[in-house]
């Protein structure tokens, strides 16, 4: 299994940046996929999840600033994100997790394969 991200980089506050994940070795739509950053000295959080029928849900601190979108056919996740802030920067992976997403945010040690991050820096 793999999980291969990219896009990441620096901009400035209020830039945009738009991340892909490739996915290979899995039954795509058997798993919900997802987004983590991790700054340093922190835990590793959900950004945003998307189930294989497309149920969404983000995390309160980048609702209507990213937005997760998935190509079924590429077998690739996105993540748009756009009036970036200082604090967004981090670490960036994508995860995928066997089975439905689950109804609340269960953290990252219960999802199964991790990509290897990209990182993106916002600054002031």
């Known amino acids: 299994v793999q999980l291969v991200e990219s896009g990441g980089g620096s901009v400035q506050a209020g830039g945009s940046l738009r991340l892909s994940c490739g996915v290979s070795?899995?039954?795509?739509?058997?798993?919900?996929k997802g987004w983590f950053h991790q700054a340093p000295g922190k835990e590793r959080e959900e950004v945003a999840v998307i189930g294989s029928g497309g149920t969404i849900k983000y995390a309160d601190s980048v609702k209507g600033r990213f937005t997760i979108s998935q190509d079924n056919a590429k077998n690739s996740l996105y993540l748009q994100m756009n009036n970036l802030k200082v604090e967004d920067t981090a670490m960036y992976y994508c995860a995928a997790k066997y089975g439905r997403c689950p109804p609340s945010w269960i953290g990252a040690t219960f999802w199964d394969y991790w990509g290897q991050g990209t990182q993106v820096t916002v600054s002031s």
């Open positions: 070795g899995l039954t795509y739509s058997s798993y919900c």
